[in-house]
């Protein structure tokens, strides 16, 4: 139903679009780079369809009754007030909006879910995210010696960061005749005529999304050092990279480090295209703009489905976010990388080290997605290896971790705790028991399906009482909880745990390898979902002592967006649908288009208030440190500072 409902909406939607002759779309065509005003000619070239709006929200609003968190924005707690807002209202208003393009009404759903601040929910439409703004002047907040206030600076290293896109990106300033490499680690005295901090911390409220907490959203506007793949990388960050074609450029003040005067400039940003290939409005429509067939999801029990080799894979939940300001992946410049030798287990999403002292052991881990199996692998290997070499403490770094699988960050905390915790390595879950999510239950039972279907299915979980796997013919939503949100009744499913142990594939040592004390984290807060949950669980366990860097001069939590577990509109539409719910009238109806509205699916439990999400349990860090001219785009540099006040 989808393709051909697509193909009959873009016949309208292309023929109102400008004549061939004058096509923006054709004009920006096969660049790997434009001017966002030619691509906002482009994204801008199709009208508004009343249809597809209200088949968008329709399904957002239904996704919306998954969403566990969805209540609490009603009245956010303290520290994190800034995230309140009425969700069924703002969609009315949508519903209601006079808008003349399709995508100036995306573009305000997108900003709507983004500035929800939770990095699991979020609406991503295809065609609008198909490009990313890049600035020749990314910026970082540095402190003359880690721990005075930090003052707002051009990337000093953004000459070789740069550079590093080649002359595709940087012949463009060459021909407009802008001279961005003499901005390279200039003073920035304000931007759109405002104090830099003001204008940072209204893009950390407006543009960067993903964290419920402010001051690690400030982090995400600078530049840092991250694990991309398996390499270093560094991120634009969301002044210098947001996601999408919004501005065309950017006026700064500032004062250049070999002059020592101020000016003022306007900064052009010129943008990288991250979409599918197209020759023309028509082409960049079907290819980008057009739902497809993983677009709406499967019903796993077709027979066809599975003999393709397909089938969902039990103990493989996920909780992360999906950044899309990374899309455009810049190699961190060569000689920023660490100078120590490698250790056992940096093969894949892992970088180890051991440091000069001889004695701390450096573990960073970039994400917790990847390689599942060699995930674990590379965790032994490590730990051998610095066991081997006299190492006594350990140093995790976890900037810029955006969380994967949720067994590995149970897998990572059992691993350093030992077999012999008397405890669930991970949270109690739980999750939303709307009406539809109730029929998904008694459905996944009457039709026998496991946790080899559907994440629905009652063995994928196992009791609170005695941590053992619910029979696949248990109920776990009959009878639902009583649960109370800002007065409003909220009922969930039975509390519950989830079962990674058996998805363990390597030992877990009989004792920590090393003393619980002598663990501590570093990271800059951009810490998400599953890498969250690691370290609260960490942290609520053990004390675990936490660094963080940046974030300003506010508060800032040492931990983003701690939902349990994320289902990609495609993984919902599935759950459904092989539950034989899809022509129910409470299911979202498939997307006409290319998109995705993810949604935090289940809560974990603080152990410590188990009243309270551990997304809403305010924990600072321990330690409070910024970055400085060295550390805050070297690795070891920055591990070597933090060593210093950790241990």
Known sequence: MSASWTALLALPLLAAAAPVAEDPCAAIAGQLYAPPADVQACLKSFPFNETLRQNVLTNVARVFDFFTFENYYLDSPPPFEEDTVDIRAELDRMNTTDYETDYDFNWDLFLFATQLNDGHTRWYPDCYTSYQNLLPTPIVALSADGESDPEIYVSPDSVEFISLLGSNYTSYYDSIGFDWKRLAGAKVTSIEDQDPWDYVDYLASTISGNYLDHGVRVNSVFTSYRISGIDYSQRFGDFAGPTGVALTSVKMSVIPANTGVEETVDVPYYSSFVGNAF??????????????????????????????????????????????????????????????????????????????????????????????????????????????????????????????????GQFLHNYLAGAGISY???????????????????????????????????????????????????????????????????????????????????DIPAEPPFALDQVAIVNNGNCASTCAMFSALMFEHYDTKVATFGGGTGHIEYKGMAGNQVLEWADLASEIKTADLENDPLAPPDLLISGNMRVNWRTAWSWLDEDLPIAYRAEPPQVRLQYTNETYISPQKLWEFAASKVF
């Open 279 to 408: 020759t023309d409005s028509a082409s960049f429509w079907a290819n980008n703009c057009a739902a497809t067939d993983a677009t709406n999801g499967q019903d796993y029990k077709d027979a066809s489905f599975k003999a393709a080799g397909n089938m969902r894979k039990s103990h493989m939940a996920k909780g992360e976010i999906v950044d899309k300001s990374n899309s455009t992946a810049v190699g961190l410049p060569e000689k920023y990388y660490p100078n120590l030798t490698l250790a056992d287990g940096s093969t894949g999403i892992f970088k180890n080290y051991i440091l000069e002292d001889g004695i701390t052991g450096v573990m960073y881990v970039g994400s917790f997605s990847n390689d599942f199996i060699q995930f674990q692998r590379d965790t032994a290997a490590a730990v051998k290896q610095f066991k081997s070499a006299g190492v006594t403490r350990l140093l995790i770094d976890l900037t810029n971790n955006g969380g994967g699988y949720v067994c590995l």
């Open 424 to 506: 669930n390595p991970g949270f109690v879950s739980s999750m939303r028991a709307g009406e539809l999510a109730q029929k998904i239950v008694a459905n996944d039972i009457k039709l026998g399906l496991t946790s080899s279907d559907t994440f629905y299915a009652p063995d994928n979980w196992a009791f609170i009482s005695n941590d053992t796997v619910m029979p696949s013919t248990y109920d776990y939503m009959d009878p639902t909880e009583p649960l109370v949100i800002n007065g409003v009744e909220d009922p969930t499913s039975q509390r519950f745990y989830d079962t990674c142990a058996s998805s363990y594939y390597v």
